[in-house]
């Protein structure tokens, strides 16, 4: 099976930085998706790891660590607009290769 | 181009009837998968179509949920009778390439309400 943890909620101020934590267990790891959704709309592609490292995208960023089972998805300059729920999921090839979502993070941003 | 499409968006019944759910996948995507977060819980794969074939519907909670993709485009989820514990919202995505990378896109999900 898999576990994958990510907290709650969190809360930022706008222009700040913020990251959010994922961690997971899972015996075929075969990449890790951040999904941005916001409420009442579809889940929305942010970033995919399947190496260790960062990958940056404009304001966000992720990282990867395989050998902790840790991810990180770290939001830049924040917006109001970022306010939404973050999904961190875990592709498995041992489980068909089907993403397997955490519970995500939903992120409050103030003024 | 359109995105993945999903109707209702909400849907409100009461225990014991019958809702069909349906999704259209983005044209050309043969790649279907249906996912449901339960209120308070993580977003749970369902199954999965490749065309009009169900490839893998291991996340199917029991017989009362029937999915179908005849003729390999759009996409009905139907549960029948429904139950309480139905109560959710259900996601659909597509993608083109088999193995679900960052070609993906979800729709916004129909939220059913079982009363």
């Known amino acids: 099976g898999q576990n994958i943890d990510q907290p709650t909620e969190m809360t930022a101020t706008e222009g700040a930085i913020v990251q959010i934590n994922c961690t997971y267990q899972t015996s075929g790891f075969n990449g890790l998706f951040w999904y941005q959704q916001h409420a009442g709309e579809a889940p929305t592609f942010l970033s995919y790891?399947?190496?260790?490292g960062l990958e940056e995208k404009g304001r966000f960023s992720s990282f990867l660590s395989r050998s902790k089972g840790y991810s990180y998805l770290l939001l830049k300059e924040l917006q109001m607009k970022d306010s939404a729920s973050y999904l961190c999921a875990v592709r498995d090839r041992n489980a068909g290769n089907m993403l397997t979502f955490g519970g995500g993070t939903r992120l409050m941003v103030k003024p | 181009e359109a995105g993945v499409t999903q109707f209702p968006s909400h849907s409100v019944i009461e225990k014991g009837q019958t809702v069909t759910l349906r999704c259209d996948p983005i044209s050309g995507h043969d790649n279907l998968y249906w996912y449901r977060r339960v209120m308070g819980k993580e977003i749970k794969f369902l199954l999965h179509?490749?065309?009009?074939?169900?490839?893998?519907e291991s996340g199917m909670p029991n017989n009362r949920f029937l999915a179908e993709r005849t003729g390999g485009t759009y996409s009905t989820l139907k549960v029948q009778p429904a139950e309480l514990e139905d109560s959710g919202v259900y996601f659909c995505?597509?993608?083109?390439?088999?193995?679900?990378?960052?070609?993906?896109?979800f729709g916004q999900g129909t939220r059913l309400t079982v009363v």
């Open positions: 995505a597509s993608s083109a390439n088999r193995v679900m990378n960052t070609e993906a896109f």
């Open positions: 179509f490749v065309k009009e074939s169900k490839q893998d």
């Open positions: 790891n399947v190496l260790d």
